[in-house]
C-alpha cells in the first residue's frame, strides 16, 4: 500500500488517489538532499544541526530567519544555501532608506507605448536572500508579508505570480543591537523557522581559517541541484504520513503556548501548520515515509518560539520564550507505540501510538 500524494498544490483531487513509488522518492530525496548538504557544509563549518534546519525548511515549503550577532555567518549561510541550487537567486540588503517598491516592484510610465509598465522588484526569484532585514523600517519590512505567505505581489490592482520553488531566507541581528527595528509579529509569524548560527568551536575556527584564509569557497561553489529537483522532493514530502495521533500532539503543543502564564502571545494556528510540515519534511530527510512525534520535539523551539512574546514579570526573571517551549515539550503528554501491527494505520508495518506519559529530551 502506498500512500496518498497530494496535487502539485497540496490538494487532493476528490475522488481520485495518486500514488507514488515510496521508496524511490525517499532515495531520490536523500541523494539530492546530502550533495545540497555537503556543498553548504563545505562553507560553514562545524553546524551540521543549522544545515539540516535550512534543508528541512526549504523541503517543508517554509522561510528561514538567521539571527545573530554580527560576524558568525549569517549570510554565508544564506548564500551558499542559495548558491548550491540552480535557480534564480536575489539578495535584498535592508538598510533604512530601503523602500517597498524596491522589494516588490513598480509601475514606470512608458512614453513610448504610452502606458504603465511593470517592472519587477527583488522579491521575484525563488531564492531571496534578506540581508539584515531588522534594519529597514516596518513599513518596507511589511512588504514581505503578501509575498511569504501567498506566493503573489499585488501592485496597482494587479496580481503577479511568484516562481516555485519560493523560499526567503533572512538574516537579522540581536534586536538590541544599534539601527535595529524589532519585526512585526505578523512577519515574525510567516517564518516557518528561527535558527542561531552560534560561534563555532576551536576546532571548526582553526579549520575556518585554512578554508577562508586564502580565497573565500562561496566563489567556487556550484549548484548541485536543479530547481525542478527541489520542486518534485517537495511534492514527495507532502506524501509524508502524519497520524491522528501525532497530529493532536502537535495541536496540543501549539495550544499549550496560548495558556501559559509567561506569555502574552502564544503561537498562531499557522504555525501549527508550519510545525507539521517541518515535522514531515524530518521524516523524509531521516528516511521515513511516516512522522514521529521526535520529529514534532526536534522543531519545536525552532518553528514556535520565535512567535511567541513573554509577559513583563517573564522577562523580568529571564526567562526566554526557548525555555517556554522546551518546558512545554516536557509537560506535554507523549503519544506512545500501542503494539498494533499497523500502527499509524499505513499497512507496512509503522509504530502505532496511544498515550503515555511525558518524558524529558
Not at 497540496?10 to 545540497?36: F, I, N, P, Q
Not at 542559495?82 to 524596491?102: H, K
Not at 522546551?326 to 508495518?349: D, K
Request: aromatic residues 4%; charged residues 25%; contains cysteine.
Amino acid at each position: 500500500m502506498t500512500p496518498l500524494l497530494v496535487g502539485a498544490w497540496g490538494k487532493a483531487e476528490e475522488g481520485r488517489v495518486t500514488t507514488y513509488d515510496d521508496r524511490a522518492s525517499l532515495t531520490d530525496l536523500t541523494a539530492v538532499v546530502e550533495r545540497v548538504r555537503s556543498s553548504v557544509e563545505g562553507v560553514i563549518e562545524g553546524k551540521p544541526e543549522v544545515v539540516r534546519l535550512s534543508l528541512t525548511v526549504l523541503l517543508a515549503e517554509g522561510h528561514l530567519l538567521i539571527e545573530d550577532v554580527p560576524g558568525v555567518g549569517k549570510t554565508m549561510l544564506a548564500k551558499a544555501l542559495a548558491r548550491s541550487i540552480d535557480c534564480s537567486v536575489r539578495r535584498i540588503q535592508f538598510t533604512p532608506d530601503l523602500l517597498p517598491s524596491d522589494i516588490t516592484g513598480v509601475s514606470i510610465w512608458d512614453q513610448q507605448r504610452r502606458d504603465f509598465e511593470f517592472k519587477p522588484g527583488a522579491i521575484f526569484a525563488q531564492v531571496v536572500i534578506g540581508d539584515e532585514i531588522n534594519r529597514a523600517s516596518p513599513k518596507t519590512q511589511s512588504a514581505l508579508l503578501e509575498s511569504m505567505e501567498e506566493r503573489q505581489v499585488t501592485i496597482d490592482g494587479k496580481t503577479y505570480e511568484l516562481p516555485s520553488p519560493f523560499m526567503v531566507v533572512a538574516t537579522q541581528n540581536p534586536v538590541e543591537m544599534e539601527g535595529t527595528y524589532p519585526l512585526p509579529e505578523a512577519q515574525r509569524d510567516r517564518f516557518m523557522a528561527r535558527v542561531s548560527v552560534g560561534y563555532p568551536s576551536a576546532e571548526a575556527e582553526l579549520q575556518m581559517l585554512d578554508v577562508h584564509g586564502g580565497v573565500s569557497p562561496l566563489e567556487d561553489l556550484q549548484p548541485v541541484a536543479h530547481a525542478h529537483e527541489i520542486v518534485k522532493l517537495v511534492e514527495a514530502v507532502r506524501g509524508v504520513h502524519v497520524s491522528e495521533p501525532v497530529r493532536r500532539y502537535t495541536v496540543d503543543l501549539v495550544a499549550a503556548t496560548r495558556s501559559h502564564p509567561d506569555l502574552r502571545l502564544g503561537a498562531s494556528p499557522r504555525a501549527t501548520l508550519h510545525l507539521l510540515r517541518a515535522a514531515k519534511a524530518s521524516a523524509a530527510l531521516s528516511g521515513r515515509e511516516y512522522a514521529l512525534p521526535d520529529d514534532v520535539q526536534a522543531l519545536a523551539v525552532a518553528v514556535l518560539a520565535h512567535r511567541l512574546l513573554p509577559t513583563a514579570q517573564a522577562q523580568l526573571n529571564r526567562r526566554t520564550a526557548e525555555q517556554v517551549v522546551q518546558e512545554i515539550v516536557q509537560r506535554t503528554p507523549v503519544p506512545a507505540a500501542a503494539g498494533r501491527p499497523n500502527g499509524f494505520g499505513l499497512g507496512r508495518g509503522g509504530p502505532g501510538y496511544g498515550q503515555q506519559p511525558p518524558r524529558r529530551l
